[in-house]
Nanobody, 121 residues
């Protein structure tokens, strides 16, 4: 089992940048496939990015602007967000998967509590 805690959210102007972090407990962090999702008010939780042994994967809406990475020595997942837009405003969640770790929330077994990101125009 793994516990996940996100940090780094906040208020940023359009065009700006933020870096989210997700600290994981446990000694087997490197074995999990990891992902970022986001949920805006009144909307479903949506895939943002995932990182697996095979590579990194992004939603079309963030491709070229966001970068997912991980540091297994620090048990930490990151999401670097650049050229941010008002439509990026949401609560961002990190998630860990025992299995495939794809682009749907159902793939993931563990979730953090979320961190709010607000992009002003």
């Amino acid at each position: 089992q793994v516990q996940l805690v996100e940090s780094g959210g906040g208020l940023v102007q359009a065009g700006g940048s933020l870096r989210l972090s997700c600290a994981a407990s446990g000694r087997t962090f490197s074995s999990y496939r990891m992902g970022w999702f986001r949920q805006a008010p009144g909307q479903e939780r949506a895939f943002v990015a995932a990182i697996r042994w095979s590579g990194t994967y992004y939603a079309d809406s963030v491709k070229g602007r966001f970068t997912i990475s991980r540091d297994n020595t620090k048990n930490t997942l990151y999401l670097q967000m650049n050229s941010m837009k008002p439509e990026d405003t949401a609560v961002y969640y990190c998630a860990a998967a025992n299995g495939y770790g794809g682009s749907v929330a159902f793939d993931y077994d563990y979730w953090g509590q979320g961190t709010q990101v607000t992009v002003s125009s």
